[in-house]
């Protein structure tokens, strides 16, 4: 069965850090672009940040960008996500999601609760 | 504020049609076709309803169906179900930068 299956999520202070991990089943991880996509309480969807099937080339959401680093580990069909110098505003359900042309295959999302 | 715009609401009774527009710009939705459709219903994850403007995965039933015209982009619904109420968002690849813009998302409400 396909599935992605997020973790690392939890309660920080702002200005802390925190990383994200995503772990695959059911599909050849290392031949997908993969990115994360996020959703602050009752809001939409923002897409966050990119990562290429290779780890060779990387996008950032200017929201994020100089904060947060996306890699990936083929080795181990993970990727991640280390979120640094962390704002209230980053308080969201953060999902990792398998690009086709489309965000095909998403996981079930880790909430980031950003408080003082 | 997201960089694509969807009306907040939509509704529809049983077995009526329903399009939810989305609408960018020249930078992003009006000069790719990699828009896409994306359901979440409550407490879940999203999932993939229709990819490159038109394309409907394996599995998404054909009563949904996606268009565009210059800088909109359309879901159509036909024949409503109780189970189509849900909330959907439309995406676009925008390029260089950017990468890859949301609509805020419709609320469709099967009355």
């Known amino acids: 069965q396909v599935q992605l299956v997020e973790s690392g999520g939890g309660v920080v202070q702002p200005g802390r850090s925190l990383r994200l991990s995503c772990g695959d089943s059911?599909?050849?991880?290392?031949?997908?672009?993969m990115h994360w996509v996020r959703q602050a309480p009752g809001r939409g969807l923002e897409w966050v940040a990119f990562?290429?099937?290779?780890?060779?080339?990387?996008w950032y959401a200017d929201s994020v960008k100089g904060r947060f680093t996306i890699s990936r580990d083929n080795s181990k069909n993970t990727l991640y996500l280390q979120m640094n110098s962390l704002r209230i505003e980053d308080t969201a359900f953060y999902y990792c999601?398998?690009?086709?042309?489309?965000?095909?295959?998403w996981g079930q999302g880790t909430m980031v609760t950003v408080s003082s | 504020q997201s960089a694509l715009t969807q009306p907040p609401s939509a509704s529809g009774s049983p077995g009526q049609s329903v399009t939810i527009s989305c609408t960018g710009t020249?930078?992003?939705?009006?000069?790719?076709?990699?828009v896409s459709w994306y359901q979440q219903r409550p407490g879940k994850a999203p999932k993939l309803m229709i990819y490159?403007?038109?394309k409907r995965p394996s599995g998404v039933p054909d009563r949904f169906s996606g268009s565009k015209s210059g800088n909109t982009a359309s879901l159509t619904v036909s024949g409503l179900q109780a189970e189509d109420e849900a909330d959907y968002y439309c995406?676009?690849?925008?390029?260089?930068?950017?990468?890859?813009?949301f609509g805020g998302g419709t609320k469709l409400t099967v009355l």
């Open positions: 020249s930078n992003d939705l009006g000069s790719y076709n990699y």
């Open positions: 490159e403007v038109t």
């Open positions: 059911g599909f050849t991880f290392s031949r997908y672009a």
């Open positions: 999601t398998r690009e086709t042309n489309a965000f095909d295959i």
């Open positions: 990562i290429s099937y290779d780890g060779s080339d990387k």
């Open positions: 995406s676009s690849y925008a390029g260089s930068g950017d990468f890859c813009v």
